[in-house]
Every structure is written in C-alpha cells, then in structure tokens.
C-alpha cells in the first residue's frame, strides 16, 4: 500500500469531470454521501481540474471508520418503567417481540421529523401523568439516521431535553397505538415488522 503525503498528486478518474484528471492530496472536511455527517480534516485526493475530492486513499479509511462508529453511538434516556412497558405493550399489539421496540422508536422518529404539523404537537404529552415518574430504565436507539432525525424533531417540536422528546415519542406512541388504535401506522409498523422477522 502507498502512503500518500499533503501535496501528492496521482491520476484519478473524477466523477464530477468524468475523465481522468491529475489530483492532488490535500486535508478537507469531507461529507457523507447521504448527508448524515461530516469527516473533518481527512486526507483526500482533489481534482486539480474542478476542485472535488475525487480519491479517499486507503490510509484515509481508519479515519472514515471511527466517523461512522461515532455516528453509532447510541442515544441514552433514562426513563421511567412504565414507559418501556408501554413501548413493550405497543409491540406486542403489533404481534411482535420486545426486539421490535427499536424499529418501533426509529419509524416514529423519523415520521414525526418528516412531519413537521405533527412534531409541533407532541411537546402536549409532557403535561399528562404519564410523563412523569422515576427514571428507573435505559432506553438506547443505535442508528446514523437517528441523530440527524432527532436533531430535526427537537428543532421543530421545541422540545430541546433528549429524554423529554424521547418521552413525548413514547407517549405518541401510546396514544397511536394502544389507545386510539390508529389503522395507518398499525399497518405500517405491521409490513417494517415483517420485513425485518
């Protein structure tokens, strides 16, 4: 494996020119190609024609590696037990297991973060009774689209505490599921749940 230097340069086919340019290898801020994140000061090889990153050398991966797992990290709450029972409850209304409850918290948060009429009325369920209550559980979502969802919904529902929007999302998810029995998200979660089985 070569290792290239800052200043470098080696011919890459450029996606964005569409031929074979000379690129040379500079420190940039690079982002994901979905959008979800940003790789700060990694080493990549620009095209000297159009000045897009057209090369990420192999020595650049590790780096690449450790972005993503950051991004993977789970988001914590604390939460009272009853709300991981209702969580619980909404599942097996579903017909599934407890292991469906994160695909359960990742399609309601990222509806709700598509949804911006919706988002701006969940912040109402942090005044019920069901809201409160000792934090006595840990509830983890893993996911990259997680985070850019959340940080989406906490803008749009003005809900900045963490814990109190995942609360809120519990909530909806109550009132969707369990007490309403809404068919359109029932249906929904029914075809991601086979789907995933």
């Not at 982002?31 to 080493?43: A, H, R």
């Not at 850019?148 to 919904?153: M, R, T, V, W």
């Amino acid at each position: 494996m070569k290792i290239f230097k800052v200043g470098d340069s080696q011919k890459a086919i450029c996606e964005n020119c569409r031929s074979l340019e000379n690129a040379t290898f500079k420190l940039r801020d690079v982002p994901f190609s979905d959008g979800s994140g940003l790789i700060k000061n990694v080493l990549v090889g620009v095209c000297d024609k159009c000045d897009q990153v057209s090369i990420l050398p192999h020595q650049s991966t590790p780096v690449v590696k450790k972005q993503l797992e950051a991004q993977r990290k789970p988001i914590e709450s604390r939460l009272p037990a009853h709300m991981v029972d209702i969580l619980n409850l909404a599942t097996l209304e579903l017909g599934g297991s407890t292991d469906f409850v994160q695909y359960l918290m990742k399609f309601y948060i990222h509806k709700l973060a598509s949804d911006e009429r919706s988002a701006k009325t969940i912040a109402r369920f942090l005044k019920s009774e069901l809201a409160t209550g000792k934090a006595e559980k840990r509830l983890s979502l893993k996911g990259r689209q997680i985070y850019a969802d959340i940080e989406l919904l906490k803008a749009t529902s003005r809900i900045s505490n963490t814990t109190d929007l995942i609360k809120s999302v519990i909530l909806k998810i109550n009132d969707d599921l369990l007490v309403k029995k809404e068919p359109k998200p029932t249906r929904q979660l029914k075809d991601i749940m086979a789907s995933v089985a």
